[in-house]
T-cell receptor
């Protein structure tokens, strides 16, 4: 079955520690995305990647970093510089991301990160 | 720039009643529009999408949405609500840079 996996489902960290969230897809999609979701704020784009070895900042990239060394993998690191990292993080992918075409995004199950 | 407004952060209906979730968009180009559903502590699932092929779009779980260009709306409806429809619903528009812009979400409560 094709899909997107995120691990772990729940993650707990102490303040000041970096933490890496995993996102893997076997849909053969070129584009991948990371969103942050907070209650009442919808989804906010952190980073996205349209192709391997390339990625762009989204609307709230400060305190986060990503890599895209393989087509199927797009890990997100939440650094200690992120002031309020506790949130629900969602990874998504789409077959493409050009200016034309609907290119709907498919989402993983999410990782809930709690930093204390 | 594209934007999405979902009217009503919470909607409550009785089981068997009509579901109507409102979405208005702003777009300078013909839009691609989407509705997603999110159950608690899960990812988003695509319900349906508008790609200009037809103004009335049918999706999964009995939902449909009608694109009205004159009203810049893409409201989501379902004739008869089921308890399992209780979830959060997001409307989204694809920006001219290829990114999805989401509304703030509407939580649907279904009362027995």
């Amino acid at each position: 079955d094709g899909g997107i996996t995120q691990s772990p489902k729940y993650l707990f960290r102490k303040e000041g520690q970096n933490v890496t969230l995993s996102c893997e897809q076997n849909l053969n999609h070129d584009a991948m995305y990371w969103y942050r979701q907070d209650p009442g704020q919808g989804l906010r784009l952190i980073y996205y990647s349209q192709i391997v070895n390339d990625f762009q900042k989204g609307d709230i990239a400060e305190g986060y970093s990503v890599s895209r060394e393989k087509k199927e993998s797009f890990p997100l690191t939440v650094t200690s510089a992120q002031k309020n990292p506790t949130a629900f993080y969602l990874c998504a992918s789409s077959i493409g991301s050009g200016r034309t075409g609907s290119y709907e995004q498919y989402f993983g199950p999410g990782t809930r990160l709690t930093v204390t | 720039a594209q934007s999405v407004t979902q009217l009503g952060s919470h909607v409550s209906v009785s089981e068997g009643a009509l579901v109507l979730l409102r979405c208005n968009y702003s777009s300078s180009v013909p839009p691609y529009l989407f509705w997603y559903v999110q159950y608690p502590n899960q990812g988003l699932q695509l319900l349906l999408k508008y790609t200009s092929a037809a103004t009335l779009v049918k999706g999964i779980n009995g939902f449909e949405a009608e694109f009205k260009k004159s009203e810049t709306s893409f409201h989501l409806t379902k004739p008869s609500a089921h308890m399992s429809d209780a979830a959060e619903y997001f409307c989204a528009v694809r920006s001219n840079t290829g990114k999805l812009i989401f509304g703030q979400g509407t939580t649907l409560q279904v009362k027995p």
